[in-house]
């Protein structure tokens, strides 16, 4: 079974794989406002405090992106909610993203853990779902 981590906004207890860190592809998020009775966007921003634009994964996209503890300092030192890998196709990383799996205890269903298992995983900002790394 995999080990979840407890990423959340009121837990950042970032443990990362080494191999995910080396990657040059960091970048920051926020939470921002969809409007009335909506769901928060996640909106990313590079780490120069611009937000992400353009084509992802073009060599302007590329330039603008981040170390790891580039982007981790600049999380914790701007007040931004988050970090994030921009999944880039040569990276040969998939994510998957499972809404609304966790219990309140944190246990999480039988298949959940069938899928995720030996992979990275960690909590969704909402702590109510899981992101795994492939």
Same mark, same amino acid.
Request: glycine share 8%; charged share 30%.
């Given at each position: 079974?995999?080990?979840?981590?407890?990423?959340?906004?009121?837990?950042?207890?970032?443990?990362?794989?080494?191999?995910?860190?080396?990657?040059?592809? =960091?970048?920051? =998020?926020?939470?921002?406002?969809?409007?009335?009775?909506?769901?928060?966007?996640?909106?990313? *921003?590079? +780490?120069?405090?611009?937000?992400?634009?353009?084509?992802?994964?073009?060599?302007?996209?590329?330039?603008?992106?981040?170390?790891?503890?580039?982007?981790?300092?600049?999380?914790?030192?701007?007040? *931004?909610?988050?970090?994030?890998?921009?999944?880039?196709?040569? =990276?040969?990383?998939?994510?998957?993203?499972?809404?609304? +799996?966790?219990?309140?205890?944190?246990?999480?269903?039988?298949?959940?853990?069938?899928?995720?298992?030996?992979?990275?995983?960690? *909590?969704?900002?909402?702590?109510?779902?899981?992101?795994?790394?492939?």
């Amino acid at each position: 079974m995999a080990t979840v981590a407890e990423i959340t906004p009121e837990k950042r207890n970032f443990k990362l794989p080494e191999a995910l860190r080396r990657l040059d592809a =960091w970048l920051v =998020w926020r939470f921002e406002s969809a409007g009335l009775d909506a769901k928060p966007l996640k909106v990313p *921003y590079y +780490c120069n405090d611009r937000k992400r634009s353009g084509k992802q994964g073009s060599s302007d996209d590329r330039v603008k992106l981040a170390s790891y503890g580039v982007a981790l300092r600049r999380m914790l030192d701007r007040k *931004y909610d988050g970090i994030g890998l921009a999944m880039l196709e040569d =990276w040969g990383l998939t994510a998957i993203d499972i809404d609304n +799996c966790v219990g309140p205890n944190g246990e999480l269903p039988d298949i959940v853990n069938h899928l995720i298992e030996r992979t990275y995983v960690e *909590y969704s900002p909402s702590g109510n779902g899981v992101r795994a790394f492939v």
